[in-house]
Every structure is written in structure tokens, then in C-alpha cells.
């Protein structure tokens, strides 16, 4: 079966740190690049970092400096080191695989993840 796990969200006050964590399914990982992706009440779901199966990495704007995407290989492990979390990285944050770069914008692949809230609030 395949799929995405996410884990780690949770209630962080501002200015905090969180890491999320995703494992994949290895037919959905080796070679993939994968992904993470925010949706807020009201909001379209936005990516927030990518990560090429080499390692290579892209980030939002409103992320860039704060947030670390990195894999591993070994356990099929994406995650998201958030640093000086602000109020409006608020979100169901997603994880996602097959991402591709087409007409000049990133496309979310096909599999996603449930899905894991992440709250910055004081």
C-alpha cells in the first residue's frame, strides 16, 4: 500500500520550534522528490519546501531562513525543521510525493499524507 505518515505537529508558542516528520512508502520515495505543503482556514494549500531525491531543496519566500527540509534515505523519512515559528505558519501542514516542476511552477504529486496541525499560539 502506498502512502505518506506524517507526524510532529502540535501547539508551539511563537517564536518556537517544531520538527515534522513524514515516512513514505519506498515505491513513493527512492528517486522522488517530495515535499511539504500548508493549508490554512480560507486559504489555498501553498508548498512550503521541496526536496529532490539528490537532496537538492527549494523553499517558499515566507519560510526561507526559518525552515529546514532534509531526507533520509535510510528510513524513507522526509522532515521539516521549523524554527521561529510566527502565528501565520498556522496550518495543516501535508506531506507529498512527485512533485514536478512543469510550465514554471511546482506540482504536488499525486500521494499525500493525512495530514498533521501545527498551532502557533501564545
Known amino acids: 500500500q502506498v502512502q505518506l505518515v506524517e507526524s510532529g505537529g502540535g501547539l508551539v508558542q511563537p517564536g518556537g520550534s517544531l520538527r515534522l ?6 515505491s513513493i520515495f527512492d528517486g522522488y522528490r517530495l515535499g ?3 493549508q490554512s482556514p480560507g486559504k489555498q494549500r ?6 529532490a531525491g539528490g537532496g537538492s531543496t527549494v523553499y517558499s519566500d515566507s ?15 522526509i522532515h521539516l525543521e521549523m524554527n521561529s ?12 510525493s512527485g512533485v514536478i516542476f512543469n ?9 499525500w499524507g493525512q495530514g498533521t496541525q501545527v498551532t502557533v499560539s501564545a
Open 21 to 26: 516528520s513524514c515516512v513514505a512508502s519506498r
Open 36 to 38: 511539504w505543503y500548508r
Open 85 to 96: 515559528l510566527k502565528p501565520e505558519d498556522t496550518a495543516v501542514y501535508y506531506c507529498n
Open 63 to 77: 519560510v526561507k531562513g526559518r525552515f529546514t527540509i532534509y531526507r533520509d534515505n535510510a528510513k524513507n523519512m
Open 103 to 111: 510550465t514554471g511552477i511546482w506540482e504536488a504529486g499525486k500521494y
Open 46 to 51: 501553498e508548498m512550503v519546501a521541496l526536496i
